[in-house]
């Protein structure tokens, strides 16, 4: 019964911030590294970011190292994105999901323009 909720998108301007979210039940969320993935209509989706189980060992795309941030409260069990200095190419579906699981949650969209 796992479950991955996204939110947190919208719509943005070039250089704008969002916090993206992504709320996991069903499985030992703490002893699971996460990640986030986007993927762009007509795309492949894209890796973006890897977070370690405890949240000491980060890994980043090199299109968004030095812009987004990749976080954890286990507490929460939930998965966060924070997102910086935003550009058109960063449009698209955000999604969450566990390392070692083959599950997938809706997405949150996020359009940045002008």
């Known amino acids: 019964q796992v479950q991955l909720v996204e939110s947190g998108g919208g719509l943005v301007q070039p250089g704008g911030s969002l916090r993206l979210s992504c709320a996991a039940s069903?499985?030992?969320?703490?002893?699971?590294?996460m990640r986030w993935y986007r993927q762009a209509p007509g795309k492949e989706r894209e890796l973006v970011a890897t977070i370690s189980s405890g949240g000491g060992i980060t890994d980043y795309v090199a299109s968004v190292k030095g812009r987004f941030t990749i976080s954890r409260d286990n507490r929460k069990n939930t998965v966060y994105l924070q997102m910086n200095s935003l550009k058109a190419e960063d449009t698209a579906v955000y999604y969450c999901?566990?390392?070692?699981?083959?599950?997938w949650g809706q997405g949150t969209q996020v359009t940045v323009s002008s």
């Open positions: 999901k566990a390392v070692s699981y083959i599950y």
């Open positions: 069903g499985f030992t969320f703490s002893i699971n590294a």
